[in-house]
């Protein structure tokens, strides 16, 4: 069983930057994805970024909306992956969660079969 918890959700002022964790434990050599979503009240969970890896290296994904703001990076000796958010927008506002996946795991939250619990980010304008 993998198991996946975020932290490093908050308030933040439009414009200001947060940096979200995923810590992995369990059998996460089985996975070789990790993929972050957030979700809005009353809507459907979005993708938002995903590093996957292969024999070859690593790839990284970001939802178009967040490409030019968001970057992801691992820290493999704490079984880490970060979301680092910047310049954040109020539209940003969200649950967001960290799911792990085989190393085809796209940006469809099917393709993800462990999820963390999720973490809240409010940005305020």
């Known amino acids: 069983q993998v198991q996946l918890v975020e932290s490093g959700g908050g308030l933040v002022q439009a414009g200001g930057s947060l940096r979200l964790a995923c810590t992995t434990s369990g059998r996460t050599f089985s996975y070789f994805a990790v993929g972050w979503f957030r979700q809005a009240p009353r809507k459907e969970r979005d993708f938002v970024a995903r590093i996957g890896w292969t024999s070859t290296g690593e790839s990284t994904d970001f939802a178009d909306s967040v490409k030019d703001r968001f970057t992801i990076s691992t820290n493999t000796a704490k079984n880490t992956v970060y979301l680092q958010l910047s310049s954040l927008k109020p539209e940003d506002t969200a649950k967001y969660y960290c799911?792990?996946?085989?190393?085809?795991?796209?940006?469809?939250?099917?393709?993800?079969?462990?999820w963390g619990q999720g973490t809240q980010v409010t940005v305020s304008s």
């Open positions: 799911a792990g996946g085989h190393t085809g795991a796209g940006r469809s939250v099917n393709g993800y079969d462990f």
